[in-house]
């Protein structure tokens, strides 16, 4: 069974940094291109960044490039974004999807930026 798990986010003024986990199991992040995408209050989900099965060339939304980057831990199995100089308008929840399909993500964990 397909599984992703999110976890990191939480309440954070502007500028500040969050790291975010998503936990996978059921099959293996190496092996399928991985998506972060989020949702903000009231908004549809919009794509955020993506890492390619089996290689590092990641791509970025533009509003959040320099700024956010994508990775993955192959032995641990967990796919991760790391949120620098974060902006109120970053604020939403956050999923990872198996294969960038919208439909296979997890539960999300939210992420609030805010003075």
């Known amino acids: 069974e397909v599984q992703l798990v999110e976890s990191g986010g939480g309440l954070v003024q502007p500028g500040g940094s969050l790291r975010l986990s998503c936990a996978a199991s059921g099959f293996s992040v190496k092996s399928y291109t991985m998506c972060w995408v989020r949702q903000a209050p009231g908004k549809g989900l919009e794509w955020v960044s993506l890492?390619?099965?089996?290689?590092?060339?990641?791509a970025y939304i533009e509003s959040v490039k320099g700024r956010f980057t994508i990775s993955r831990d192959n032995a641990k199995n967990t796919l991760y974004l790391q949120l620098n100089s974060l902006k109120t308008e970053d604020t939403a929840m956050y999923y990872c999807?198996?294969?960038?399909?919208?439909?296979?993500r997890g539960q999300g964990t939210q992420v609030t930026v805010s003075s």
């Open positions: 999807t198996k294969d960038c399909i919208y439909t296979q």
């Open positions: 890492i390619p099965a089996g290689g590092d060339s990641t």
